[in-house]
């Protein structure tokens, strides 16, 4: 079955730690992206990347880092720098980045700081 | 100014009974995209529906469909003969073109409407 992973579901941090959160797809869908959610609010994107190798930042980069060097793989660090990265976090991927192509997502990692 | 605007922060409606779910949007883009998620108690983000900003028809999809009007930039989700699996959170999200001058990679997300059915 073709689709998007995340690991782990529930996800537990000491204050100054950094952490990586997993996305994998199987898809073969050229963009990624990461979005974090807050309680009671839509989605605001971290992060994309339009092709291996290559990613740009989004709304609220500050305090996360990305790398792209699989197509299926785009892990999101989340440094001690964050301030409050509390949070819900959403991986997705679409085929291109074309404003048309929907994007599809992942089931998501909870994020805890402790 | 908010992009996209969910005015029903909740919304109630019995077993096998429609619904609207109300969505408006704001872009001075003339290609744009308007998507609708699906997000129950488990948080996966699921894909409902789509529609183009050049698509003449409304956009269908079993039991979802969307009322498009977009003179008056509003894009509503109609949910015919709803189940109780359908309660969850529905959010609204609009993708605008690269005229825009800003990104055309991010969706832009409503803050949700939080859908019950009742049986």
Redesign the interface.
């Known amino acids: 079955d073709g689709g998007i992973t995340q690991s782990p579901k529930y996800l537990f941090r000491k204050e100054g730690q950094n952490v990586t959160l997993s996305c994998e797809q199987n898809l073969n869908h050229d963009a990624m992206y990461w979005y974090r959610q807050d309680p009671g609010q839509g989605l605001r994107l971290i992060y994309y990347s339009q092709i291996v190798n290559d990613f740009q930042k989004g709304d609220i980069a500050e305090g996360y880092s990305v790398s792209r060097e699989k197509k299926e793989s785009f892990p999101l660090t989340v440094t001690s720098a964050q301030k409050n990265p509390t949070a819900f976090y959403l991986c997705a991927s679409s085929i291109s980045p074309a404003s048309t192509d929907t994007q599809y997502f992942g089931p998501g990692t909870r994020l805890t700081v402790l | 100014a908010q992009k996209?605007t969910q005015t029903q922060p909740g919304m109630f409606v019995q077993e096998k009974e429609a619904v609207t779910l109300d969505c408006t949007y704001d872009t001075s883009d003339q290609?744009?995209?308007l998507?609708w998620?699906k997000q129950p108690s488990?948080?996966?983000?699921?894909?409902l529906i789509?529609q183009?900003s050049y698509d003449e028809q409304n956009a269908t999809e079993g039991r979802y469909s969307l009322n498009f009007q977009k003179a008056r930039k509003s894009a509503n989700l109609v949910i015919s003969a709803s189940q109780l699996g359908d309660s969850a959170m529905y959010?609204c999200?609009m993708?605008?073109?690269?005229s825009s001058g800003g990104?055309?990679?991010?969706?832009?997300?409503?803050?949700?409407t939080l859908l019950t059915v009742n049986p």
Do not use: D, H, P
């Open positions: 996209i290609s744009y995209g998507f998620y488990s948080g996966e983000m699921i894909f789509y183009g959010f999200a993708r605008e073109g690269r990104s055309n990679y991010k969706l832009t997300f409503g803050k949700g």
